[in-house]
C-alpha cells in the first residue's frame, strides 16, 4: 500500500476486517443471483467506491496498485462481491474522460458505482441532422447552431452487464453512423434510472453477480455524455484496457488466496477415506499439492506487481504505454488469472467429496474462477496471441489494447 496515504490505509483495513461477513454471504448471493445488500452498503461505508474517483470530486484517486489491493482483499472473501466491485472500481474513473460536466453530473456524491458494457450492440441516433462526424468531446457541448447535436437517442440492449442490479451509471457503446454511412462506436455515458435490467442472470458461476441485460429504449443522452469509443481505450492517466485487466487480474487472484486459505482451515482433523492417512497433512501427496497452490499464487502476484509498477510509472509520467506494453499487459495479466485458477483447480481436487457441499466456500471459489475465467477479455489463448503477436513484431490485430 501507499504508507503516506492514511486514507486508502484505512480503506483496506476496513475491508479486512470485513472478510468474515462478505464470505458468509455467499450462499445468500447466490441464491437471490445478486450480492446481497449489506455488503455494498459495508463496502460503500468502507470507501470503496471512492478509490478511483478524483480527488478534486471528493474521492481517493489513488495509485492503481492500492485500488488492486483492496479489491483483491474483496475476492479474498467472497468472489461475486469481488467481481462486482472490480467492475465498478475499475469503471468508475472513465467519466473522468468526458467533458466537464458530465464529470460534474456522474461525480456529484463523491461515490460511484459504475457498470459497463464495450460490444457495440447498440445504435446511437443524432439529435438534429447535424454532421455527427464532428460531434466529438472537443465540441459535443456546444449545442444548437453549431452543426453539432445537442443530444442523442440510445436504444438496444446489452448482455452480461456485471453489476447492473445495484449501479449508478453505465458506459455502453453503441454504433453511430457517420456521414458517409460508416457505423463508428462510440461510448454512452447514461444513468441506470434510464435504463431497464433484465431478470435473466441463471448462471452455474458468477451466480452472485447479477450480470443482466440491460436495455435502453429511446433514451436521450446529452451529446457531453457521448464519446467517440477509441477516445475512451485510449485512457486517461491510465491506459484503459491495461488498467481494467490488472484490476480484473487482482479479482481472480483474490479469489485463489481465498480458496487457499479456505483449504488451510478444513484441513485439522481431516484424514483421507479409504486410506490409512488419518491427518491428510501427512500426505506428501498433500504437501506437494498444497506447495503447488501457493507457488502459483506467488507467481501470479509477482506478475501482478510489475505491471502494476509500470502502469503507475507512466500515469506518474504523464505517459502512454506503446502498443508492445499494452500486449504485454494483457498477456501477463492473463497468465495470471490462469495461474490462479489452476491453484484453486489444485486445492479443490485435493480438497476431498464433502468440497461440493454448497456450504463449502471452497466449491463457489471454484466455480466461479473457473466461470469468470471464461470472460472474452480473460481468455488465457486469445491474450497469449496477442502477447506474442507483439513479441513477434506483428501488428495486434485487435483495438482491445
Do not use: C
Not at 459504475?114 to 460531434?135: C, K, M
Not at 441463471?202 to 429511446?218: D, L, R
Amino acid at each position: 500500500m501507499t504508507r503516506n496515504d492514511s486514507g486508502v490505509i484505512a480503506v483496506l483495513d476496513e475491508v479486512t476486517a470485513l472478510v468474515p461477513v462478505l464470505r458468509e454471504s455467499g450462499i445468500e448471493g447466490e441464491e437471490r443471483r445478486w450480492i446481497p445488500d449489506e455488503n455494498i452498503e459495508l463496502l460503500e461505508k468502507a470507501g470503496v467506491f471512492r478509490l478511483a474517483v478524483p480527488r478534486r470530486f471528493g474521492g481517493l484517486g489513488v495509485p492503481v496498485a492500492d485500488q488492486a489491493a483492496v479489491l483483491n482483499e474483496i475476492a479474498r472473501a467472497d468472489s461475486a462481491t469481488g467481481w462486482v466491485s472490480m467492475i465498478w472500481v475499475s469503471s468508475s474513473w472513465v467519466p473522468s474522460l468526458f467533458p466537464e460536466q458530465a464529470q460534474e453530473e456522474v461525480y456529484a456524491a463523491g461515490a460511484v458505482r459504475v457498470s459497463t458494457g464495450f460490444t457495440p450492440s447498440g445504435t446511437l441516433t443524432a439529435g438534429t441532422a447535424a454532421d455527427s462526424e464532428t460531434a466529438d468531446s472537443e465540441t459535443a457541448d456546444s449545442g444548437s447552431g453549431s452543426g453539432v447535436p445537442s443530444d442523442y437517442t440510445l436504444d438496444g440492449s446489452w448482455k452480461w452487464i456485471s453489476g447492473s442490479r445495484g449501479a449508478d451509471w453505465a458506459v455502453l457503446a453503441a454504433l453511430l453512423t457517420g456521414p458517409d454511412g460508416t457505423p463508428v462506436p462510440y461510448a454512452a455515458l447514461v444513468p441506470f434510472s434510464a435504463l431497464s435490467v433484465a431478470d435473466d442472470w441463471y448462471s452455474s458461476a458468477g451466480a452472485g453477480t447479477g450480470s443482466s441485460t440491460v436495455t435502453a429504449a429511446g433514451v436521450t443522452v446529452p451529446a457531453h455524455r457521448v464519446l467517440p469509443l477509441a477516445d475512451v481505450l485510449a485512457g486517461g492517466d491510465y491506459a484503459f484496457v491495461p488498467y481494467f485487466m490488472a484490476q480484473g487480474a487482482a479479482a481472480y487472484i483474490g479469489m485463489a488466496k481465498g480458496a487457499y486459505e479456505r483449504f488451510l482451515e478444513r484441513l485439522p482433523g481431516r484424514g483421507i477415506t479409504y486410506t490409512s492417512w488419518t491427518d491428510q497433512s501427512q500426505s506428501p501427496l498433500t504437501q506437494i499439492q498444497v506447495a503447488v497452490a501457493a507457488n502459483k499464487i506467488e507467481a501470479a502476484d509477482a506478475l501482478q506487481e510489475r505491471w502494476l509498477r509500470r502502469l503507475q510509472e507512466h500515469a506518474d509520467a504523464g505517459t502512454q504505454p506503446d502498443l508492445a506494453e499494452r500486449a504485454a499487459a494483457r498477456g501477463r495479466a492473463a497468465y495470471a488469472v490462469q495461474l490462479a485458477k489452476e491453484a484453486v483447480d489444485e486445492l479443490f481436487e485435493a480438497g476431498g467429496a464433502s468440497v461440493i457441499l454448497r456450504d463449502e466456500p471452497l466449491q463457489r471459489f471454484h466455480r466461479d474462477i473457473r466461470g469468470l475465467s471464461l470472460h472474452a477479455l480473460f481468455t488465457f489463448t486469445t491474450n497469449q496471441e496477442v502477447h506474442g503477436r507483439a513479441i513477434l513484431g506483428l501488428a495486434p490485430d485487435t483495438p482491445f489494447l
